[in-house]
């Protein structure tokens, strides 16, 4: 039976064993993340390693590796082929942690649902309290969000409160994508875009010149300019040219991620030719995700 400190230094191990690629990881490396006296690591390595819970590699580079029994005895995949689950929180992913397990405890109880996570990497980069939301794991593409009401540093779980959970349905952006694609002249007027994209009921359109994508405008690019007495401009001065496409067999779940990466809500789909076919929102996602189309 490993203490709460071996459990710890041997979670630490593994995490910074992976994010190196393979590499032996020094005592003092792993003192500096748990704040503790390099001494103290040495001594406690000596008993995992009797329990063959850590292999030792000599020379300048050497140090340790934590070895198959080791991931077995955290319950951790040791493959290395897995691929990573995130988690973020306030829709920032925080980098160097992912989900390993997902366990639902109170599914029978109408009104909770509560889930323990097992997290691979720095458990104390959460808090109570904190919103935040895991996945799409890599099968079946669920994504759990909740509220962090738990954490055990020993065995790198926190508990979650959960508010919604979801499988985001194994389409291609082309099957939720609307192809009848309304684009902008790069001639046209910030005055006239804002007339045609309202009577429209649309929130953006690309710029499209000779059936090449230039850019793309948004409503609130458009009330910006207005705002500032700009509806004269072309909307060519004030589209963004940081023009995102994507092609028409990626998975939607894949089109979220490439969303989130870069903050926005819309992208333009494109065929083979580079020319835009069609453009898919958050909104048509959303709908694909609650089955409303």
Do not use: W
């Not at 004030?238 to 023009?243: A, D, L, P, R, V």
């Amino acid at each position: 039976m490993l203490t709460s400190v071996q459990k710890e230094i041997l979670q630490t191990l593994i995490n910074l064993y992976r994010n190196s690629g393979g590499k032996s990881i020094k005592g003092e490396e792993i003192a500096a993340i748990m704040n503790r006296n390099p001494g103290t690591i040495r001594n406690q390595m000596q008993s995992l390693r009797s329990l063959g819970l850590v292999k030792g590699v000599p020379g300048p580079r050497g140090g340790y590796k934590p070895t198959i029994k080791a991931y077995h005895h955290l319950n951790i995949s040791s493959t290395g082929r897995e691929t990573a689950v995130p988690i973020y929180r306030g829709g920032e992913r925080i980098d160097d942690l992912s989900v390993a397990k997902i366990e639902f405890t109170s599914i029978p109880d109408p009104g909770e649902c509560e889930a323990a996570i097992k997290l691979v990497g720095s458990i104390r980069k959460l808090d109570l309290g904190d919103r935040v939301r895991i996945g799409p794991t890599p099968v079946n593409k669920l994504v759990v969000d909740g509220v962090v009401v738990g954490r055990d540093d020993m065995d790198n779980i926190i508990l979650l409160d959960t508010t919604a959970i979801r499988s985001i349905p194994k389409r291609t952006v082309k099957e939720v994508a609307t192809e009848d694609l309304i684009t902008l002249d790069p001639d046209m007027t910030v005055k006239e875009a804002a007339a045609k994209l309202s009577s429209l009921g649309i929130e953006g359109a690309p710029i499209v010149e000779e059936g090449r994508v230039m850019g793309i405008v948004t409503l609130s690019d458009i009330t910006s300019s207005i705002a500032e007495d700009k509806e004269e401009l072309k909307v060519s001065e004030i589209m963004s040219k940081n023009i995102i496409t994507v092609e028409p067999e990626m998975m939607i779940s894949d089109a979220i991620e490439v969303m989130n990466k870069h903050k926005i809500g819309r992208l333009i789909v494109t065929d083979k030719e580079g020319r835009p076919a069609g453009i898919i929102t958050r909104t048509d996602i959303l709908d694909s995700i609650a089955g409303l189309d």
